[in-house]
């Protein structure tokens, strides 16, 4: 089951569906023209001045992403709870994992990849910097009933909780990691991708098994195309795949949405 549908993107936009509701949101990327002609039975509109203009006056919905159902929300940047393009990550690395595997996810927003790989009863570590955002994905695990899973649940700053991980000794058996273009920690600390990508997967090697199945690094980065993403990468892990994260169009125009590079056991 899947209730999400890219319907077009087109004149710097994009036209999604999310269970019953038809969004329109910016999409910087989409510098073609729209395949279809006209947009039809628009739910919501977001743009960065007015926000969301709609006629919807439930503030939340849920959709089922696979097995897993997630609570959306409008929220003030136009973000609403899932992020399409981290399905594909979800899909190369989802076999690999088995019960009581150690998986590190970081970034980890509302939870979708947490919750599905708690659900093969991998034993799950969900760091975010924003404790709403945390709260979000604890929500979403109470409606998938995995408020029992084994989930740590943290909101900390990526940098300053791996240095903390290094020092402890704890391995992970697989890694998966979507860091943003500029970002901040908990206690406001900057992340800035560019910078600081290289000892991010410094870091992530030292809390590495021996035994590790996967690492799976994403970014949507302007200027991060996969060759230079790869090439990062392999200065850690070898690059087992490599490429670019598209989201397929129903109908209209494929969308390009940044980067991946991916060690497989
Ligand atoms: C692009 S979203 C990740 C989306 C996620 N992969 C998904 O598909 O659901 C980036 C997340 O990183 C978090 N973040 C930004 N800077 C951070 C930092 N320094 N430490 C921890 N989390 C951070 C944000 O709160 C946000 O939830």
């Given at each position: 089951m899947n209730d999400y549908e890219l319907i077009d993107s087109g004149n710097e936009l994009k036209f999604e569906r999310f269970g019953n509701l038809k969004l329109v949101r910016p999409c910087a990327q989409a510098l073609w023209k729209k395949k279809m002609p006209k947009w039809e039975d628009v739910d919501a509109t977001f743009d960065r001045k007015s926000l969301w203009k709609t006629q919807?006056?439930?503030p939340s919905w849920q959709v089922a992403i696979g097995e897993i159902a997630l609570e959306l929300k409008m929220t003030e940047f136009g973000h609403?709870?899932?992020?399409?393009?981290h399905l594909s990550i979800l899909e190369k690395i989802s076999p690999l994992v088995e019960k009581n595997d150690k998986v590190l996810n970081l970034f980890?927003?509302?939870?979708l990849m947490t919750l599905a790989l708690a659900q093969k009863k991998a034993q799950l570590c969900h760091v975010d910097a924003s404790k709403t955002t945390v709260d979000w994905a604890r929500k979403n695990a109470r409606i998938n009933n995995l408020?029992?899973?084994?989930i740590r649940w943290i909101v900390d700053d990526v940098m300053k909780f791996l240095k903390r991980e290094v020092k402890r000794g704890s391995r992970y058996d697989g890694v998966v990691l979507d860091p943003p273009t500029f970002g901040r920690g908990a206690q406001g600390q900057v992340f800035k991708l560019e910078r600081d990508i290289n000892l991010l997967l410094e870091l992530v090697k030292q809390v590495l098994s021996k035994e590790a199945k996967f690492v799976a690094l994403s970014c949507h980065t302007p200027g991060i195309s996969p060759l230079v993403l790869k090439q990062i990468f392999e200065g850690y892990f070898p690059a087992s795949d490599f490429g670019e994260l598209v989201i397929l169009a129903n109908k209209g125009r494929d969308l390009p949405c940044g980067s991946f590079a991916i060690f497989l056991k």
């Open positions: 919807h006056k439930k609403i709870g899932f992020f399409p393009e980890a927003y509302s939870g408020e029992k899973a084994s």
